[in-house]
């Protein structure tokens, strides 16, 4: 599966955006999806996942209550939904996918093996 992330800009503090992650090839809603996102200096960190039918989610205490995942299993696409945006969460932000033998979701980035190229996310006050 081929992975394509969009939607990063620049945006305020307190603001929100919708990134979005447009996968091609086959089997779209047997991968478990994931964003992750690297801010500057820092190491690659988990934000979201999805389940294949977008029934369990998991999300990062940083972004809990804040950030929503969703998928469109029909269109081939999940999107992170990214509200009270703050400068902590300036990073380039990566969707990804499980092999699709689990099923499960995970937090751990070597769970996933398929990356897409990253989008990059500035927060501004």
């Known amino acids: 599966v081929q992975l394509q992330a969009s939607g990063g800009g620049l945006v305020q503090a307190g603001g929100s955006l919708r990134l979005s992650c447009a996968a091609s090839?086959?089997?779209?809603?047997?991968?478990?999806m994931g964003w992750f996102r690297q801010a500057p200096g820092k190491e690659r960190e988990f934000v979201a996942a999805?389940?294949?039918?977008?029934?369990?989610?998991s999300y990062s205490d940083s972004v809990k209550g804040r950030f929503s995942i969703s998928r469109d299993n029909a269109l081939n696409t999940v999107s992170l939904q990214m509200n009270s945006l703050k400068l902590e969460d300036t990073a380039v932000y990566y969707c990804?996918?499980?092999?699709?033998?689990?099923?499960?979701?995970?937090?751990?980035?070597?769970?996933?093996?398929?990356w897409g190229q990253g989008t990059l996310v500035t927060v501004s006050s």
């Open positions: 999805t389940s294949v039918r977008g029934v369990s989610t």
């Open positions: 090839g086959r089997g779209f809603s047997n991968y478990v």
């Open positions: 990804a996918a499980r092999d699709s033998r689990y099923s499960s979701t995970s937090s751990s980035l070597t769970a996933y093996a398929y």
